[in-house]
């Protein structure tokens, strides 16, 4: 793979989390360059500062990671930066193609991510969609999102929005269940630092399962229930009235609609 450097603008909790899965994964420290108007160091020795370079990006990825309605004022200023030669990656959630084209005319290449923060530890999750999927560097920047975790291209723009609700949202909608789980055990007698252990181990333990698993996680279900026993009372009220999917569909549905609305914004 070509070793692009790669310009992070802007990098709080996210961005921050994919530096630190590739730090993990042996990305070399001085491929990054941090820009961020705190200035505040990463550590590791990256570099950073806290403005826009004088001189342009040149061939390298640019990682945009602000908030999706900061790029009318930011990308004013990055635009004489761009060129041909450079892929501009952007993680901004709802922001379309279209509309980061139409702030950097010049790049050579603009590719959508969607990560998680689980991406520190490189058990990511990386939606992936690029203006041309077969050109120049779309390849690299696979192969560097690809070191995160699950890396997945997206053949239609129009599901961005979902896969940033599923995988981009995910994490905290998972974490919600953990806490709910361990708060219900709380609630029935246990000691409280002892049931977010169990329900924390239990989650990953299943989630591992789950991975390793040809089967779905409905079967796996399944054979946790004995017949006649007790998990079945449990799932029964999860599934009446099909209680809990519903509940996730409406879930995504307005993190999705949000989504679309954050690109609506960033379209002004
Ligand atoms: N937090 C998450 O789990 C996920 C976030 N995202 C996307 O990541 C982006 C950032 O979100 P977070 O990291 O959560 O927010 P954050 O608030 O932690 O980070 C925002 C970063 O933007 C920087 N920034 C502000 N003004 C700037 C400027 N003028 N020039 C350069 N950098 C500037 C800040 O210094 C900070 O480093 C958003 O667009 C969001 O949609 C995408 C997937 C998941
Ligand atoms: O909450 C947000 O807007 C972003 C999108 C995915 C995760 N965080």
């Known amino acids: 793979m070509s070793e692009l450097p790669i310009w992070l603008i802007g990098c709080g909790n996210m961005a921050g989390a994919m530096l630190a899965g590739w730090l993990v994964a042996d990305e070399p420290t001085d491929r990054f360059r941090i820009v961020r108007p705190s200035g505040v160091p990463f550590g ?6 806290s403005h826009l370079p004088q001189s342009g990006f040149g061939e390298a990825i640019v990682q945009i990671g602000f908030k999706p309605h900061m790029l009318a004022d930011i990308a004013p200023d990055m635009r004489s930066l761009v060129g041909p030669e ?41 939606g992936l969609i690029a203006e041309d999927e077969q050109g120049e560097h779309a390849a690299d920047v696979a192969t560097l999102m690809a070191k995160l975790g699950l890396a997945e291209w997206i053949a239609d723009e129009r599901l961005f929005d979902v896969v940033t609700a599923l995988s981009g949202s995910g994490p905290a909608f998972v974490f919600r269940f953990m806490d709910a789980l ?39 279900a399944d054979r946790v229930a004995s017949p006649g026993g007790s998990t079945r009372k449990g799932l029964d009220i999860l599934d009446d009235d099909e209680a809990l999917a519903k509940l996730v569909h409406a879930t995504l549905e307005a993190a999705t609609s949000r989504n679309r609305e954050m690109a609506e914004e960033a379209r002004r």
Do not use: H, W, Y
């Open 44 to 49: 590791s020795g990256i570099s950073v500062q």
């Open 86 to 126: 450079t892929c501009i990656v952007s993680i901004l959630a709802g922001v379309e193609l279209a509309t980061l084209r139409e702030a950097f005319p010049d790049a050579g290449q603009i590719v959508r991510a969607m990560p998680n923060t689980p991406v520190a530890l490189g058990k990511g999750v990386v």
């Open 182 to 220: 361990a708060r219900g055990g709380e609630a029935l007698g246990l000691d409280p630092a002892q049931a977010l252990r169990m329900a924390v181990e239990t989650v990953r333990g299943a989630a591992e399962l789950a991975g390793q698993s040809d089967e779905r996680p409905a079967t796996l």
